[in-house]
């Protein structure tokens, strides 16, 4: 029956009242950058903050031309890291100095452990090449694999969390 009125106000196409609740909901904020003063976190003042965006400019760099001195630089930004954490209190800067912590240490980690893998993957190899043993040979391959595959991952996702973070900072945003 088209002139029932419990069919008119359901249906909201029938009725000029009908009010959608999705009509009362306001659309999304425009995207904001996260800072200090919008997440309630302690602020530095604009020297301050420069001073620091510039350092973590500068520890980036240095793990990024780590990968080209055999990770020699590696612990020269993991140190300036840890001398300059405080600094940053709560602010936004106070994820980069955690982000290239946690990423050199997990870098680390997994680096450690791929590389053990893959020593004891090659000394069994080598074992088993002499003692012509070809199961032991076969499993001592796919964990020297595995080994490399956990480096190789080891150095990607380094690069990874170096070139996120910096792409963060650049932009004045937290990681």
């Known amino acids: 029956m088209p ?9 909201p196409t029938s009725s000029s009242h009908y009010h959608s609740p999705q009509a009362s909901i306001t659309p999304p904020a425009p995207h904001s950058v996260q800072t200090a003063a919008n997440l309630g976190l302690s602020q530095l003042t604009e ?5 620091l965006v510039f ?3 500068i520890t980036y760099l240095l793990y990024l031309l780590s990968f080209f001195t055999a990770g020699i630089l590696w612990i020269v930004p993991i ?3 840890y001398l300059k954490r405080r600094e940053a209190g709560h602010s936004w800067l106070a994820s980069h100095f955690d982000w290239q912590i946690k990423t050199f240490w997990y870098s680390i980690l997994m680096a450690i452990l791929g590389v053990i893998i893959l020593l004891i993957g090659l000394g069994v190899l080598g074992v088993s090449i002499f003692t012509e043993s070809g199961n032991t040979a076969a499993g001592s391959v796919v964990m020297t694999m595995i080994g490399g595959i956990l480096l190789v991952f080891s150095v990607l996702w380094h690069l990874y969390r170096i070139i ?7 932009d004045g945003r937290a990681v």
């Not at 002139?3 to 249906?11: F, G, L, M, R, T």
């Not at 020297?47 to 001073?51: D, F, G, R, S, V």
Request: net charge positive; proline share 4%; aromatic share 8%.
């Open 3 to 11: 002139n029932d009125p419990n069919i008119a106000k359901n249906n």
């Open 47 to 51: 020297a301050q903050e420069k001073q």
């Open 55 to 57: 350092y973590n400019h």
């Open 79 to 81: 140190v300036m890291n």
């Open 164 to 170: 996120r973070g910096w792409i963060a900072l650049s």
